[in-house]
């Protein structure tokens, strides 16, 4: 085994962010703003200025060290230990292979979602029910999920039960056993979810702008589908679980109050004889130049508004513009004082919420804004995007606006990453992004260090109105409106 040691520096975390509820609830989604009967005006915009009298902040509290200490077992398999002291006795274990929904079968988008979810429903020793009786007698808990570029387990519990918790972290980890009545069912549970989310604009606008943005690249193919659900049988998962969970291609993240050493002979007693079967999936390539911007309609036959959607490709994950555009975004449309929700929200009332992001994933990125309006207000709403696109493209952020973007997006960053279980699942992101292992660490600082000019800089490259694309879903008598932004055709 080789060992390295990962020290990161110190840093200042930012203090606690009045916008942070504003931050949570515009996270739930937005939605059209209903015109009212009573003819209402819309609603009152929020305050610019704290009231007088409120004490100060308190001083600035450094960040721990993470202290992370990076091993490699003999079969390949990276481990990224996070020892703790003090806190709750509680142990943390995250695996992230390398291979998610971008690498699903191009007749069946979306599959990793079942096979992530069907990991944990038996093994070739444990039945799904004898799994959640010994995950409740450890009073411990155990997941999985899917993302574009990986597939990640985790579970939780006390550290007294760090052992026999492992034991059967890894047992779903390696074996599972995808039982027929088990596929049976996630298929009919995937089936109803998806009737759900089809009748929801806001699916029809997410999978069209994915085709436009990344053509027949994978990760404009990752939702779902009635045909790629039907399609998943148990040879399918099972082909795609041996090609997938390769130790050589995985990562383990343990943290918790266990010394470097304690956790290196947990991983090594149940992932050191582990051998990956089959051949590893094939990477991901890296989508296309981007193309000349589409403009497409989706007709939604009496809807009484239109999920608006604009963007563009952006950049990989791991590319040096990625925190000053993290910034940049919290100024035009990435939290509830944003550019983008003062005037189309407060201003204008077109809509109950505004907002923008770039998704970066390891191969590729892409930068969208969104909302949801009246239909009457369609085409001014678009209208209305471009003009804070181009304030952000030629009129320099103001130190003030800088410096109250840095603290949300910093002290946000804070926030989400305090618990122990967050920051093992964020190391495991991380990692299926390209990023290096102290990422978490420093990006306080590189976010505080971020100038006006990097941001103008991201905001002229990626927010000209000339280079976005656009994807509409609703009725479509909104047509005319659409006609000064391009020719749009019709998708599904």
Known sequence: MDIRTIIPRSHSALRPLVLALGACLFAGGVHAQQPGASGAPPATALPTELPAGLPDYEADRPLPEL?????????????WIVPRQGGLPKVNYVLAVRGGLASDPQPLPGMSNLLAGLLREGTATRSSVQIAEELQRLGASLSASAGNDGLFVSASGLSSSAQPLAALFADVVRNPAFPENEVQLAKANAAQGLKAMQAQPAYQANRAMGRVLFGDHPYGNTLPTEAGIQGTDIAGLQAAHAS?????RALLVITGPLDAEAALALADTHFGDWRGQGEAVAEVAAPQAAKAPQFVLVPRENSVQSAVRIGRPAFAADDDRAIPAALANTILGGGFDSRLMRNLREDKGYTYGAGSSFGLRAKGGAFQAQADVRNEVTGAAIGEFFKEFEQMRTVTVDADELQRAKRFTAGTYLFQNQLQGAVASALASNWVLGRPADYLSRYV?????????????VAREFFDPKQQSIVVVGDAAVVEQLKPYGAFGSGE
């Open 67 to 79: 202290g992370l200490v990076e091993r490699h077992l003999d079969n390949g398999l990276t481990v």
């Open 244 to 248: 997938r969970f390769h130790p050589e």
């Open 445 to 457: 600082d590189k976010a505080n260090a971020v100038t006006a000019a990097q941001v103008q800089a």
